[in-house]
């Protein structure tokens, strides 16, 4: 009798975590980080492979270079997967 009841619970909770999931990416804030920007800067990495474009972004996007990250910038590792290229 026990165990049945147990089982029960768990199917409970089971469905009660997937809506959780659902609503959670149904509500999910539509996707906003700023795309590549298309102008002279960055028209050559636009077709690039992200992995040899994202060298060079730092020789302009680095403290003391012409266009410094915010102070409050995520991790940056991997630029192009957050901004995309087109
Ligand atoms: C030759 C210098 C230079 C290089 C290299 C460069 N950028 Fe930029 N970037 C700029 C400048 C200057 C700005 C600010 C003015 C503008 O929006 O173009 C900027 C702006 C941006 C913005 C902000 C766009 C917005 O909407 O405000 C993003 C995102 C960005 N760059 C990403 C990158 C990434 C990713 C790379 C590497 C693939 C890169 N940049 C390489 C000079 C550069
Ligand atoms: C984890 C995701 C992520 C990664 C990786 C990332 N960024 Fe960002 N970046 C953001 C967010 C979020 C912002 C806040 C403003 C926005 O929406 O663009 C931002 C802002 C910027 C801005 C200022 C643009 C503006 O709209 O004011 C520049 C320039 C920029 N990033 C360049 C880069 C570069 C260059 C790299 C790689 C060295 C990089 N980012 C990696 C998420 C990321």
Redesign the pocket.
């Known amino acids: 009798m026990i165990t049945k009841h147990k089982h029960l619970l768990y199917n409970a909770l089971f469905l009660i975590g997937c809506a959780a999931l659902l609503l959670f990416l149904w509500y999910a804030p539509p996707e906003?980080?700023?795309h590549l920007p298309h102008d002279q800067n960055h028209a050559r990495f636009m077709t690039m492979k992200k992995k040899e474009a994202?060298k060079s972004?730092?020789s302009?996007?680095?403290p003391g270079k012409e266009?410094?990250?915010?102070e409050?910038?995520?991790?940056?590792?991997?630029?192009?997967?957050?901004?995309k290229q087109k």
């Not at 266009?67 to 915010?70: F, G, H, S, V, W």
């Not at 409050?72 to 901004?83: G, T, V």
């Open positions: 906003t980080t700023s994202e972004c730092e302009c996007h680095a266009a410094p990250l915010p409050n910038h995520p991790p940056k590792y991997r630029c192009l997967f957050c901004h």
